[in-house]
């Protein structure tokens, strides 16, 4: 079975400190994806990233990163010089593979950050 | 409009009335998704609907019943809700139902039933 552990329920930072959302996932297939959404107070699910499980580099998009590590099955994403409006609960997701089940993501409870000035 | 859309975003209803969830996407996609958010729990899928046919339903009561009138439009219709169903419920479309496929999300609707 599927399950993705996000352990940190709530961070509070100040402004322009670095920030690290830890993601850690179990999983039985060789094959799979994870993703990361923001949710912002308005509630909608905003996609932020998408990787396979093939695919171990880590990723930088402007003061995001990412950290894909397989051999401890860990998803961690780093926000750096964080903002106030970084401020939301942040998933991290596993999408099932083969079968017939292939859409079927796996959600974490999710990370509340608080930015504050 | 862009994206994913759904209306109404909050609504209120008592346990006898009966309502319906509006979600409508502009991204071109044919595949179309049901998910409830409950305080302090997980994303719940309950409905999946790829060319307009259901190819899941997560174990989720009659009293929730979806339509699919075509790839863009997807309703939730309610009757005799309880007070356990209040949740924000979210539509997300992808453009299929494979696992390289992203589903984006909607806005939600926030049910609070009396």
């Known amino acids: 079975a599927q399950k993705v552990t996000q352990a940190q329920t709530e961070i509070s930072v100040v402004e322009k400190e670095d920030v690290t959302l830890d993601c850690v996932y179990e999983t039985r297939d060789t094959t799979y994806y994870l993703f990361w959404y923001k949710q912002p107070p308005s509630g909608e699910l905003v996609f932020l990233i998408r990787r396979n499980s093939f695919d171990e580099q880590n990723e930088i998009s402007g003061r995001y990163s990412w950290n894909f590590q397989k051999s401890t099955s860990s998803f961690n994403f780093t926000i750096t010089a964080s903002q106030v409006v970084d401020s939301a609960v942040y998933f991290c997701?596993?999408?099932?593979?083969?079968?017939?089940?292939?859409?079927?993501?796996?959600f974490g409870k999710g990370t509340l950050l608080t930015v504050n000035p | 409009e862009t994206g994913v859309t759904q209306t109404p975003r909050h609504l209120v209803m008592g346990m006898t009335n009966k309502k319906s969830l509006k979600c409508e996407q502009h991204l071109g996609h044919n595949a179309m998704y049901w998910y409830k958010q409950s305080a302090k729990k997980p994303l719940e899928l309950m409905f999946v609907?790829?060319?307009?046919?259901?190819?899941e339903n997560n174990s989720v009561p009659s009293r929730f019943s979806p339509e699919c009138p075509n790839s863009s439009h997807l309703f939730l219709h309610l009757h005799t809700l309880q007070p356990e169903d209040s949740a924000l419920y979210l539509c997300a479309s992808s453009s299929g139902v494979v696992r390289t496929d992203t589903q984006y999300f909607g806005p939600g609707t926030r049910l609070t039933v009396l």
């Open positions: 997701a596993l999408s099932e593979g083969g079968g017939g089940s292939n859409y079927k993501l796996t």
């Open positions: 609907y790829s060319l307009e046919e259901r190819v």
